[in-house]
């Protein structure tokens, strides 16, 4: 099965632009999470959708927006772009369906994203 | 208290010898636990996981939980300078059980010298 596939690669905005991102999950998985990578905050979680509804959200500033489609993939937007935004933003998939355990996620490359 | 601790590390370890890297979790109510291994400039990518009590093997790794204690911990057998990687913990906490969202640890990093 292909991986877990991201768009673009790496990306370059100045402050208060807007950038969206995409994902593709693996075929057959549904669950769809984001998080936010930077070197002094480590790995943070975003939000999750599952079947084209946000399922969990975390502690980001409403600027931080995503949605999913009904094919599973998905999409985040970051509006009015920070300089502290810059960070490494990866996308999990997931065939987790069920409320309880959590399954495995499976991580894509990662979208590189620097505000200059 | 942080929800998810490691030790930052370097961990240090020489080639063949068992690396041993800890995790400790402040909900009790926690269900599911991850480690994944990250190469410098690349994405986490999964190792283990593990929900029951004990141990579970794969291969080299061994992942180890005690949920009385709150502490879940990897170990790699002969280490080869090629598990030179930082090593995340992950855990799925009680309030967001339905779903994927995981709580990481900082990272330990895990040097083995040939």
């Known amino acids: 099965k292909a991986g877990v596939t991201q768009t673009p690669r790496y990306l370059i905005k100045t402050r208060g632009q807007q950038v969206t991102l995409s994902c593709s999950p693996i075929?057959?998985?549904?669950?769809v999470s984001w998080y936010q990578q930077t070197p002094g905050q480590g790995l943070q979680f975003l939000f999750e959708?599952?079947?084209?509804?946000?399922?969990n959200k975390g502690n980001f500033p409403g600027r931080f927006s995503g949605r999913q489609f009904s094919n599973s993939r998905s999409e985040m937007n970051v509006s009015t772009l920070e300089l502290g935004d810059s960070a490494l933003y990866l996308c999990?998939?997931?065939?987790?369906?069920?409320?309880?355990?959590?399954?495995?996620?499976?991580f894509g490359p990662g979208t590189r994203l620097t505000v200059l | 208290q942080k929800e998810v601790e490691q030790n930052s590390g370097p961990l240090s370890v020489p080639e063949g010898a068992i690396a041993s890297l800890n995790c400790t979790y402040s909900d009790r109510g926690s269900q599911s636990f991850f480690w994944y291994r990250q190469y410098s400039g690349k994405s986490p990518e999964l190792i283990m996981f593990i929900y029951s009590n004990g141990d579970k093997e794969d291969g080299r790794f061994t992942a180890q939980l005690n949920k009385a204690s709150q502490y879940v911990s990897l170990l790699i057998r002969d280490s080869q300078p090629s598990d030179s990687a930082t090593y995340l913990c992950?855990?799925?906490?009680?309030?967001?059980?339905?779903?994927?969202?995981?709580?990481f640890g900082q990272g330990t990093e895990l040097s083995v010298k040939p």
């Open positions: 075929s057959g998985h549904r669950s």
């Open positions: 992950a855990v799925n906490m009680r309030y967001y059980n339905q779903g994927g969202k995981l709580i």
């Open positions: 999990a998939s997931s065939p987790s369906g069920l409320a309880g355990l959590v399954s495995e996620q499976f």
């Open positions: 959708y599952f079947s084209e509804t946000q399922r």
